[in-house]
């Protein structure tokens, strides 16, 4: 393990950029304990990145950085348990295949899988459901590096308040060097996309909430068009999409096509409305029934930025009113469309569904394309609706806003000063959100 210095490094979507003092890729938990005990003795911080998909400074070293590329071993697999122990900088689209290979998989996802399983852990990553929670719900075990250069491990019986803050903890309690995951027998889903209106969606949200395991939906900014995703478990047998069909739909149009649009777009932004409404009349209903993760799951190569709120589920219809009214106030022309989501309550500390039931909208833009503007202006909307924004992803919330939304913040912020008091793993981002 020899350290470089003045590594450049930047997120995927190019917004953020760091050069670390010095850089290490640790081999094993004692390597990380290592890192942390030399990096105090010369006043450095330490943050461990994964693959950059945060959009904000989460992730950036100041200090140390520790690139996780050498710790992503596959620990243990219990098929009769479902516990499944990996290293933090195992990808999850290689824990998807691992565990599908002995009959397993994670209950619920997200729509990317490129992240570390602690990246996509300590920002709180999730996907939509009704009856499962994100990923921070179906963790059983941590093991992390403490600012003393200490190796502990916390779960529900085994210090639960460590276990209940790390769980979602921005990398600011620890460095998590690996996962437990407790998982599920595998299982098919069958996914049905459809097209609909704008009003019958809202008019429809309860329905379609109650009646399916797994909904969410796109709305095209400036056009009545809606796509529809309704995700539920199936006996089978499993009736993929043909490969020309996956080629041609998540693929072609939705990455090279899509890409060449927002090019346009990012020269005209005046057409967008134009564009998004063929691209909403292009859609075209689809049923297919498939591996979990692969349906959960989407390749996403159109790079972009993105900003997310978590607000009370009863508030969602008159959130997204007011979100379309706010296209006919302001200015904005938006070539993507905004994906709204559902979430049962988490027990995680600093899960954006802690304590309740979540709606979950998020609004992005070309990573080339202002988002200052469109975002301040959602932000407002969602701010005013006890709103909490998603830890990996653009937002100007700080400390005074926060302890308010999350009602374990203090709680967090007290064991974050008994197990970090020099702020070993602080960096501009969790200055902001934790307030030193």
């Not at 939705?254 to 134009?274: C, D, L, Q």
Request: aromatic share 10%; with cysteine; charged share 25%.
């Amino acid at each position: 393990m020899s350290p470089v210095t003045n590594e450049k490094w930047q997120n995927w979507a190019g917004n953020q950029q760091a050069a670390a003092a010095r850089v290490a890729t640790p081999r094993s938990a004692e390597e990380v304990a290592e890192q942390v005990r030399s990096a105090a003795r010369d006043g450095l911080t330490v943050r461990m990145t994964g693959t950059g998909h945060s959009f904000t400074g989460a992730a950036l070293a100041e200090g140390v950085r520790l690139r996780p590329t050498e710790l992503t071993a596959v620990r243990s697999v219990d098929t009769a348990t479902g516990l499944v122990t990996v290293e933090a900088g195992l990808p999850l689209h290689r824990l998807n295949r691992v565990l599908d290979e002995h009959g397993l998989a994670l209950a619920n996802m997200g729509d990317i899988q490129e992240q570390t399983v602690a990246g996509a852990l300590q920002t709180a990553t999730h996907g939509t459901g009704r009856d499962v929670a994100g990923l921070a719900s179906q963790v059983a075990a941590l093991e992390l590096v403490l600012a003393d250069g200490g190796i502990v491990t916390c779960s529900r019986e085994e210090r639960p308040d460590l276990f209940d803050a790390a769980r979602a903890g921005v990398g600011a309690l620890g460095v998590v060097t690996a996962v437990t995951w407790q998982t599920v027998p595998a299982f098919l889903l069958r996914a049905q996309e459809e097209p609909m209106k704008w009003d019958e969606v809202l008019a429809r949200l309860d329905e379609f909430e109650a009646a399916n395991e797994h909904f969410e939906f796109y709305w095209f900014p400036h056009t009545e068009g809606c796509l529809t995703k309704r995700n539920n478990r199936v006996e089978g047998p499993a009736e993929p999409l043909s490969k020309f069909r996956y080629w041609l739909d998540d693929l072609f149009l939705s990455n090279t096509v899509f890409e060449g649009i927002n090019k346009v777009t990012h020269r005209a932004p005046a057409v967008s409305p134009f564009v998004n409404r063929i691209s909403a009349k292009a859609l075209g209903a689809r049923t297919y029934t498939d591996t979990s993760y692969k349906v959960f799951t989407s390749p996403r190569t159109v790079r972009f930025k993105e900003q997310e709120y978590a607000i009370p589920r009863e508030q969602l219809v008159p959130a997204l009113r007011e979100l379309r009214a706010l296209f006919a106030k302001k200015d904005w022309k938006i070539s993507f469309p905004i994906e709204v989501r559902l979430l049962p309550q988490e027990d995680a500390w600093l899960s954006m569904a802690y304590g309740r039931h979540s709606a979950f909208i998020a609004v992005h833009v070309y990573h080339r394309d202002p988002h200052e503007d469109y975002f301040r202006g959602v932000e407002e909307l969602m701010t005013s609706l006890d709103g909490r924004p998603h830890w990996g992803k653009l937002h100007t919330r700080d400390a005074a806003y926060l302890e308010k939304a999350y009602p374990k913040f203090a709680d967090f912020q007290a064991l974050r000063d008994e197990l970090d008091p020099d702020r070993r793993f602080a960096n501009a981002y969790t200055r902001q959100v934790f307030g030193d």
